[in-house]
C-alpha cells in the first residue's frame, strides 16, 4: 500500500494485508508489500519495500531506495543515497535539489542484511545474496554471494 | 523487575529499584536489574539485562540475550541472534518459529562494549572484557581480553 | 539557539532561525546554529552544533561534542566521549562524575562524516575533510583528507 505520511507512537499498528509497523516510526511517501513486518524506530523516505519482508529496528531508508520482496533487514542498518554528502556549495550557498545526484540502492528479492550494515550510494544486492552484519557495501553484491568486512568482500558465492 | 510490556515517551521513567529509562525506548518481557540506566530509543526484546548496567541510546537487544551486572553498552549497538536471518523458507513459505536456531549473546559481568559495535549470534563477551566502539564481534572474547576491528581480533588481554 | 530540554513527537518542528527537528528527537541543553536541520530519533546532550549542518536520522551527540558550521552528519552515527567507558570503579562502587575523563569530540566547519560512522573520544575532523560511511575514526583527520575503514585510515587528502 502506499503510504503518504505515518507515525506510530505507543502502539504497534497493523494494517491492510498484514504489513505490521512498530513503536516510534516515521514513513513518508513510501510503498510497502503486503506481509511486510517493520521494527522500531525506522524511517522511511520515499522508497519501496516489497512484500513480506522483515526490516528490524532503528533502521533507515530514505528516498530513492528499492526493497524487493521477502528481503531481510537487521538493526540499525543504513541505505545511503548521496555518495558526496555535504550542506553547502562552494560558494557557500545551502544544496539545493539539483546540487546532488541520487544513487538509490536495489536489495533484490531474498537478500539478507545483517544488523548494522552500511550499504553505500548506487549499489545492487543481489538476489539471495547476504550481507554480513557490520559490512560496509561500497560494491555491487552478485546475485547468491555472500560478502563482510568493512570494506565489504566476497566470502563465498552460492550460485 | 520484571517488565512485560512498556514504551517511555517524553518524560523519563524512574522505576523501583533506581532504574532509569529514557525517552522513547520499546521494552517487552524482559528483566532489568536495580541501579540499570538505558538511554533513549532503545528497543528491548525477551531478554535479561543486569543490575547497574549502563546502556546507551539505540540500541537494540532482541529475543535471548543476557546482559549481566555492571556492564557497560554504548548507543546504536546491535545483538544478533540468528546467524542465518531470512523471511522465508525455500518454498516461499514465511518462516515459522521452529525454522530458525535462537542463538543468543551473554555479556559477562563487567564487560564493555562501545558505540556502533555488533555482536554476533552465540557469542560470550567474557567478564570484565572490552569490545572497541565499531567491532564486528564473530567469535568468543576472554575474560579481561580487548577486541577491536571487523571482524573483531584479541588486542591485548588483561587476565 | 539555546535549547534547555525538547522532545520532539508526531510532528516536524520548526524553530527561529530556520531550524528544523524532525520527529522522535531528545535534546538536552544544546545549542543549535540557525539554519540546521536534523533527523529523526536523534539524541543530543549538552553539545554545541553549528548553523547550516544537516543531521540524519538516529545520530547520537552526546556531553562536549562540537560540530562546527555546515557539517554533514549522516545516519546512524555516533561520537564517543569516553575512552574507557564502564559503569563501576575497580571497589565496586557506581562510576561516578569525577571517575571518568570526558574527552569530546570537534567536527570542523564543512566536514562530512557518514552513515554508521563513530568517532573515537577526544578526535578531531578536520575543516572539509570526509569521513567514509561505516568508518571507525580512533585518531584526527586532517583538514580536507578522507578516512576509510575500520580502523579508518587516510585515503587521499585534497590541501
Partial sequence: ?????????????????????????????????????????????????????????GTTICDGHVVEDEVFIGANVTFCNDR???????????????????????????????SNAVIGPGVTIGEGAVVACGAVVMHDVPDGATVIGNPARLMRSLV
Same sequence: chains 1, 2, 3.
Fill in 1 to 57: 500500500m502506499q503510504i503518504t505520511k505515518l507515525e506510530t507512537l505507543t502502539a504497534d499498528l497493523e494494517l491492510d494485508g498484514g504489513i505490521v509497523i512498530r513503536k516510534f516510526c516515521v514513513l513518508y511517501d513510501c510503498e510497502i508489500g503486503s506481509g511486510t513486518k517493520i521494527g522500531s524506530h525506522c524511517t522511511f523516505g520515499r522508497c519501496s519495500i516489497g512484500a513480506r519482508c522483515k526490516i528490524e529496528d
Fill in 84 to 114: 558526496y554528502p555535504r550542506t553547502c556549495n562552494d560558494d557557500g550557498s545551502m544544496l539545493g535539489d539539483d546540487d546532488w545526484l541520487l544513487e538509490p540502492v536495489t536489495a533484490k528479492r531474498r537478500s539478507s542484511i545483517g
